[in-house]
């Protein structure tokens, strides 16, 4: 009989993820013995749980190690990623805090479920093997899913959560089943093992035939998670109905994980075939630019609209996934940052610009037509200077956050020999640039219609001005975060 | 190395006055206005210290301040003056106060934040300026825009939704293909040289090496797209339109047309970039750009003869200028280039003292129209004598400033191996036409029979009449001793024009 060895743990790796899923776990036994009107506590304790964890990863920088049978890994790229999904579930439940009570619908379940969908971020990021980056992608998709359909005394809102499982349901079929052709293919699920048997050369035509139908599945599957075109269907309406912190936690924080596990995928499976790839994922890329740019032109209704919007991101964030994948020297390197700087400027940017939504919003009436932001400015002047920072940010108008993260996925792109869809990017650039300010000139610029909103709670106030402020830092002073993201580089 | 960075005190002081005006209680107007004045007229002072430490004898970038930015990019902030940047610096910092104070009592609501956008604005105007950095120039060069399309749009006039948003639409769009062409020379410089910066200086000195060569294609290419950014922003025809919906809608007192439109960014930007960086393409490309320049001239000219408003007139006659300009900076001459940039500043300030008449005009009526005036000389002699001055000197009659610099642009166009007498004279006819239209203006306005409603109308206030000699002094002082505006800038100009002659000659 052999003897069963039970392989060392190297914990380091797994830190974040135990804190941040034990916590949620605790957090769930907690939760009832805390009374019904005094849910925020929870909230508060959640916020703790994130703190901490992000805490916990300081000392870990540097290391990179692989744990589980190579199934889980921490390097910079991952730890960066993880300390970005921590702020974003951090602002979220921030910014929930004082939406759930006005919306009747404050449950303590809320925020250990935010935990637990950062949990899945985490796994996304650090994931090293296909059968993670599954795992991740369902559990945050299952946590989502509930979360999406939290506000259930609007019908809107179950039916997004509704519409989201059953898209949601379909992508991750196609994952499965990329995920098998893949080990049909190479006979392995590591990432780096895949690439290595590709370096090698040894596949032959039919097995690399598999490898490439089980990828463009996987790319699909993952597609849909970040809202990519012609993927992206479900995104206006799912926004639209959620609860309006989760449709930020959507925007930012599933888009971004969605995102850290397909570069991974890409760059460290799937390098050897970029020239096929590239291509592809270039013409997805402005056919997400597009359809989210145009679509977001159209609306009238500004979760909608930045429903859109984030589609059209998606697209940006794809130039720099495809320079990751270039063979060769600094224009991997940029892209691998392009893509990380773009994702933090992005998630503060976008939080905010839900922030402020939730501060308009009153109890069981939306306050998302264009409308309602009419005469912002004279209303509440902090509010609406708040937006427009997010505005000019998602435009790409320096000196705000937004504008580097575009500078450096054009920069990188270019340097990948994909100049044509950079000038394709700007032109579209600045076509979006018109529905931003849009929203700007109906707040500064038009008379009043509704009465003052809601005072602002000091929870949402903080929140707000955290993001904000973050935009406007990181655009006046964008070094410290380009050299967080200079100094990861995947598997380093 | 100077040991006090006085352009970047020039550079910030008015960035931390407007944050001064926002931290005042909303009420408190009066200390609103003295801390908005103090901070423009002390960064007008360290202007004037800047022109001082100038030195007019040597050629290239002076008194340069820089800090790294992001290191790793290559990016810093490095700020500094040559002979065509102080004069637009120097024209900033003076029309900063005069801006300040002419908006005294005409801006009905929300002063403090007219005061704060303006003193934002003329920190981003001068980051424009002083920038020898490319991105911190694409930096300044957007963050003008947003005040700028805020003035307008919160404080103008009826269509001022419409006007502020095709404002910052059509200027963004632009903008986002010079944001491409600094990519692409950034990293086409890096990767010939090794050298990763967006230090205007070392890319212009590894072109003129030949550490940096491009090929024609490319050359072309980046020199497009940094023309169609600069060409939107000038505005050059027919890339215009947006620029006399701004003038039309901003408000009717003057101010923003005076600091946020006549300040000629993107005349500037082809300049710096477009003819330094590329003087064979430049040389190409002239002709053609020499057309489009003429037709401005022409067609806005014609176009200005036509409007019976009085700020669409001045709108027009402004893109006329600009043509005139932009025909002096394609010359690809000393005297071009030269006289463009003197054009730059002179029409400024005449064009900028006629839209505060304008202001000062529909104050008094209540109607931009021109067939509401009339006969205004009898009840206001002195605001009369002035408009008289300044219309002058705007139509470019010998003695006064504009004539100085339109001839000078003339006499380069005329000189110029690729433009020539064929650009030339339809250029002086533009400037006929420019006597044409603002000379029936001022009949319409001040001469004829006076209507019952302006019989009354006050002369001159003691505010009005300030910020009338104050811009009257230079068109007087320039025109009769041109030198003191042409002698700083020569050296500089010399060296462009000498960086173009290889080109010139072998055509």
């Given amino acids: 009989m052999t003897e069963i060895i039970i392989p060392t743990i190297d914990w380091r790796v797994a830190t974040q993820l135990s804190i941040i899923f034990g916590w949620a776990s605790v957090l769930l036994v907690i939760a009832l013995f805390v009374p019904r009107s005094r849910t925020r506590i929870v909230g508060y304790l959640a916020i703790a749980g994130a703190i901490v964890a ?28 993880n300390w970005l999904f921590l702020a974003a579930a951090a602002i979220t439940i921030v910014l929930s ?12 379940e809320y925020y250990v479920l935010v935990l637990f969908a950062t949990g899945g971020m985490m796994l996304l990021a650090q994931g090293a093997d296909l059968i993670i980056l599954f795992l991740g992608l369902e559990l945050l998709s299952i946590v989502l899913y509930v979360l999406t359909g939290f ?50 050369q040894v596949l032959t035509l039919e097995e690399r035939t598999y490898l490439l139908a089980g990828a463009a599945l996987v790319v699909v599957g993952f597609g849909y998670k970040v809202a990519m075109a012609p993927f992206h269907m479900w995104a206006p309406d799912v926004y639209e109905g959620a609860p309006t912190p989760i449709a930020g936690l959507l925007s930012v924080g599933s888009k971004a994980a969605g995102f850290a596990a397909l570069l991974r995928f890409l760059v460290e499976a799937l390098a050897g075939e970029w020239q096929i790839w590239a291509p592809v994922l270039a013409a997805l890329a402005i056919a997400t630019l597009a359809v989210g740019n145009i679509g977001a032109l159209t609306q009238h209704n500004v979760k909608r609209m930045l429903a859109y919007s984030s589609i059209g991101h998606a697209g940006y964030i794809l130039f720099g996934v495809i320079a990751a994948g270039a063979p060769g ?56 200077v708040a937006m427009a920072v997010c505005m000019l940010s998602l435009a790409g108008v320096p000196p705000t956050a937004g504008f580097w993260g575009k500078f450096y996925v054009f920069t990188a792109a270019w340097l990948a020999g994909m100049g044509w869809i950079t000038v394709i990017g700007v032109v579209i650039a600045s076509i979006a640039a018109f529905y931003y300010l849009r929203i700007i000139a109906q707040m500064f610029m038009a008379e009043p219609v509704r009465e003052a909103p809601l005072p602002i709670d000091r929870a949402l106030r903080v929140g707000l001005a955290l993001a904000t402020l973050g935009v406007l830092i990181l655009g006046f002073i964008p070094t410290p975060a380009i050299d967080l993201v200079q100094r990861v580089g995947l598997g380093s | 190395m100077n040991s006090v960075p006085l352009l970047s005190i020039m550079i910030w002081l008015p960035a931390l006055g407007a944050l001064a005006v926002l931290a005042l209680p909303r009420e408190n107007v009066a200390a609103q206005r003295s801390v908005s004045l103090g901070a423009a007229l002390l960064a007008l002072a360290s202007a004037i210290g800047v022109a001082f430490l100038f030195d007019p004898a040597r050629a290239g970038f002076q008194l340069v301040e820089s800090i790294a930015w992001v290191p790793s990019w290559g990016i810093s902030y490095t700020v500094s003056v040559d002979g065509v940047s102080l004069w637009l610096v120097l024209l900033t910092a003076f029309l900063t106060p005069v801006a300040l104070v002419a908006s005294w009592g005409t801006v009905e609501r929300q002063e403090r934040a007219f005061y704060a956008l303006v003193l934002f604005l003329a920190s981003g105007l001068f980051g424009v300026f002083t920038a020898q950095d490319m991105l911190l120039f694409y930096v300044s060069f957007e963050f003008t825009l947003i005040p700028t399309a805020l003035l307008i749009g919160i404080w103008g006039g009826v269509e001022r939704r419409y006007a502020a948003i095709k404002f910052f639409a059509y200027t963004f769009s632009g903008s986002v293909f010079l944001l491409l062409g600094i990519i692409g020379l950034y990293l086409l410089h890096g990767q010939a040289t090794g050298v990763y910066t967006f230090d205007i200086a070392t890319i212009l000195a590894s072109l003129q090496l030949g550490t940096l060569r491009l090929d024609i294609g490319t050359e072309r290419l980046i020199f497009g797209l940094f023309f169609i950014g600069f060409a939107v922003k000038a505005p050059i025809w027919p890339f215009h339109t947006w620029m006399t919906t701004a003038h039309a809608e901003a408000p009717s007192s003057g101010v923003v047309d005076i600091i946020g439109l006549l300040v000629k960014i993107g005349a500037y930007g082809l300049i710096r970039y477009n003819v330094q960086l590329f003087p064979a393409t430049a040389a190409w490309a002239a002709p053609a750009i020499g057309v489009l320049a003429v037709i401005g001239i022409l067609y806005a000219a014609w176009i200005a003869y036509q409007q019976t408003d009085m700020k669409r007139l001045l709108a027009y006659a402004s ?57 205004l000389w009898k009840a206001t002699p002195w605001l009369g004598s002035l408009t008289l001055l300044l219309a002058l000197g705007s139509i470019g009659l010998p003695g006064l400033n504009g004539f100085v610099s339109e001839f000078a642009v003339l006499q380069g166009s005329w000189r110029s191996p690729g433009l020539g007498w064929r650009y030339a004279l339809p250029a002086v006819l533009g400037v006929a036409l420019a006597a044409v239209y603002l000379l029936h203006m001022y009949r319409t306005t001040f001469m004829g029979d006076t209507p019952p409603e302006l019989a009354q109308a006050p002369d001159v206030r003691p505010r009005e009449l300030a910020l009338l000699v104050v811009l009257a002094a230079p068109v007087v002082v320039f025109g009769l001793y041109p030198n003191l505006l042409f002698g700083p800038m020569q050296q500089s100009v010399t060296q462009i024009a000498q960086g173009m002659l290889p080109f010139l000659t072998s055509r």
Avoid: C
């Fill in chain 1, 54 to 81: 992000a805490a916990a990863g300081i000392p870990l920088w540097g290391v990179n190690a692989e744990t589980f049978s190579s199934m889980l890994r921490l390097d910079a790229y991952s730890l960066t990623l």
């Fill in chain 1, 97 to 108: 805090l004082d939406y759930l009570p006005r919306q009747g619908i404050e449950r303590s």
């Fill in chain 1, 151 to 200: 506000a259930y005394p609007r019908n809107a809102s179950e039916e997004a959560g509704m519409k989201y499982l059953l898209i949601g349901a379909f992508a991750g079929g196609f994952v499965v089943f990329g995920i098998a052709l893949l080990y049909g293919a190479t006979g392995s699920m590591n990432l780096r093992i895949i690439g290595e048997t590709l370096a090698q």
């Fill in chain 1, 329 to 384: 020297g600094i224009a991997g390197q940029r892209g691998v940052e392009g893509v990380l700087l773009y994702l933090i400027a992005y998630t503060f940017t976008n939080l905010g610009a839900f922030g402020v939504l939730i501060a308009l919003e009153h109890r069981g009436e939306a306050a998302w037509d264009m409308g309602d932001l009419a005469g912002l400015w004279n209303r509440r002047p902090w509010l609406a």
């Fill in chain 2, 319 to 375: 893109v006329s200028h600009l043509g005139l300009i932009v025909l002096g900076i394609f010359a690809l001459n000393a005297q071009g280039i030269a006289g463009a940039v003197a054009h730059m500043v002179n029409s400024a300030l005449t064009t900028g003292a006629l839209f505060l008449v304008a202001g000062m005009l529909v104050a008094r009526r209540g109607s931009r129209e021109l067939k509401a005036f009339g006969g």
